[in-house]
């Protein structure tokens, strides 16, 4: 028995994406994103507005009613991952592991005025842990978002300070480890 939040999501299928009517393109890519304007109209104020809004384009304007977006702020990864959550898909944000993605994610969700998206991606991202294995990725995608931190320090919202904390206190915790263990006598000092 299929429910309806088994039908939307089918509709990212391949072969069922009929009556798309915005594609996203990525910079420098030929990956594409399909979506249905009215489902990301109703899950975000700002995309309400961006479709529908006094701004938005004539539908008249596109070749076969399809809108077009190049998108340069988000990559393809990111934006897949947020259509297929929006579409219903569970998983995809608990199954996400790339702090580079889940930050792209948490911008994304701030833009787009999406509060229940930021809440879970920021869950995600306190329960990821940092160790020496992806210590440099955390250091590069947050030295990469920095503007996104500070603006999170500013507000004082209590989810994002805890994702930036856990954060900072899993790198603290690993370069600690690293330094007594680069820095402990060794036994054939003594």
Known sequence: MSTIADSI???LEPGKSRKVDVLYRFDGTREVVSAHKYLLAFISPVLDEKFFGPLAMPPGEFPEGVEEIEENEFGFETFDIFVKHVYGDKEVIKNSS????????????KL??????ADLVATRIDELQVNMENLMEVLVTLQGHR??????????LQGDQGVLQ???QGTEQVLQGEQERLFRPSAESD
């Open 9 to 11: 999501l089918s509709l």
């Open 98 to 109: 790339n702090y580079r993605i889940l930050m792209e994610l948490l911008q994304l969700s």
């Open 112 to 117: 787009y005025f999406m509060t229940g998206l």
């Open 147 to 156: 503007w996104v931190c500070r603006r999170l320090r500013q507000r004082d």
């Open 166 to 168: 856990a954060i900072k």
